[in-house]
């Protein structure tokens, strides 16, 4: 597919080829998109937890049907929110598509919102492989203390205990 080689200036060099190469897998990449999309979605249950409550993140991906995908085993580990259990992988049946759900069982241990990071999963395909970044999870994690702890303020200092004094 491409412009016959007469139409293009400076046809039979090899940039002129590797043009007509470059257009070529376009299309094809285009055809293979339009013909079976790729697909993905990101759900945290709930969206707001407290301090150690565990909470889930599911990660969707469909693809066209031969595809393989390869999701992350945990979440960046050095962000605020900690793996509990190994990942969870489901398949579900179509046979128009590769249908599959990542579920990872977390924890967070700071008060805040914070971004869930992790890794990009990998979509194989026969015409190479697909990096889909995960960037729109993050959760809210609510103090475990009751809400007017933080206007709590210590007691007056007493007067200095003095010994020796009679009864």
């Known amino acids: 597919p491409g412009a016959p080689a007469e139409v ?9 080829e590797a043009l007509v190469s470059a257009l070529a897998g376009v299309a094809l990449l285009q055809a293979v998109t339009l013909g079976g999309r790729l697909q993905t979605g990101v759900t945290v249950s709930p969206d707001t937890v407290r301090v150690g409550d565990p909470f889930t993140v599911s990660v969707r991906v469909r ?13 960046d580990s050095g962000g605020a929110v900690e793996a509990l259990d190994p990942v969870s992988i489901s398949t579900r049946a179509d046979s128009s598509a590769v249908d599959q759900t990542a579920r990872y069982r977390v924890a967070a241990w700071r008060v805040g919102r914070f971004p869930i990071r992790f890794a990009e ?8 492989v697909r990096r889909v970044p995960i960037t729109s999870a993050s959760i809210v994690v609510a103090s475990v203390l009751p809400a ?6 210590p007691k007056p200092p007493r007067a200095i205990f003095t010994f020796g004094l009679p009864w």
């Open 8 to 16: 293009l200036p400076g046809a039979g060099t090899p940039r002129a």
């Open 63 to 75: 693809a066209p049907v031969g595809a393989t995908v390869e999701f992350p085993q945990a979440p």
């Open 121 to 128: 999963v990998l979509v194989t395909q026969d015409i190479g």
């Open 148 to 153: 007017d702890s933080a206007e709590w303020a």
